[in-house]
């Protein structure tokens, strides 16, 4: 198709779903070469849909644990000192387990407005998790991507790392302590429920 007029290559870049300015940038990247260039604009709509439904999936499940949230007012109600430990820390870590989350982000919202020099390395954290997510391109050696989980992986180590370097590895430390405290010390002394025991009493069943 190298004899093909330049308007009659647009109209065939066209005709398959890209824009008149994809299809322009195509070309002049390959040379006026039309199959290159649908190769070239479908391999990028492959991975841009792939970025997409890698965020959205990481944001459909975050979704989906906080609708699991407990009334407050029943988080919050009858505490007992615990004669199981075990069966009430797995009853309890799992039914509230929305809960929890909110109430860990509560406490690092809380620090890091108390220390904006840490929310500035939060941000940074944030944008290498989330870009680590997005990243689709197959890794050199591999010919694939990444598959979510370690691309989550990767990011939080590169997280890990601004952290230790940027100094706030003690501040983390202490937000760590402070919400794994609060967490542990409700699902120590909440006393279980019918509804919790049979919420775990389901869970079991789907594990097995």
């Given at each position: 198709?190298?004899?093909t007029?330049?308007?009659e ?11 008149v ?14 199959e290159k ?5 479908q ?33 919050f109600s ?19 387990r929305?809960n929890?989350l909110?109430?860990?982000g ?5 620090a ?6 840490l ?18 391109e197959p890794?050199p ?5 990444l598959?979510?989980p ?7 180590l ?8 940027t ?6 430390a202490?937000i ?29 069943l789907?594990?097995?």
């Open positions: 198709m190298g004899n007029p330049t308007t290559r647009l109209q065939h870049l066209t005709n398959l779903g890209f824009t300015a994809e299809s322009r940038a195509a070309l002049r990247h390959t040379d006026g070469d039309v260039a649908a190769a070239i604009l391999r990028l709509r492959r991975q841009k849909a792939a970025r997409a439904n890698s965020a959205a999936g990481l944001v459909d499940r975050v979704n989906d644990l906080l609708r699991e949230q407990k009334p407050w007012s029943e988080f009858k505490f007992l000192w615990p004669e199981h430990l075990d069966e009430r820390l797995q009853t309890n870590l799992m039914y509230y929305a929890y909110v109430v860990t509560g406490v690092v919202i809380v890091l407005l108390l220390q904006p020099a929310l500035l390395c939060a941000v940074l954290c944030a944008v290498l998790i989330v870009g680590a997510a997005a990243f689709t890794v050696g591999l010919d694939a991507p598959a979510l370690q691309r989550l992986a990767v990011g939080c590169g997280a890990a790392w601004v952290v230790n370097a100094g706030h590895a003690p501040a983390v202490r760590c302590v402070v919400a794994t405290g609060l967490t542990l010390a409700h699902a120590t002394f909440r006393a279980r429920t019918m509804a919790s025991r049979w919420h775990n009493f389901v869970q079991d789907k594990t097995d």
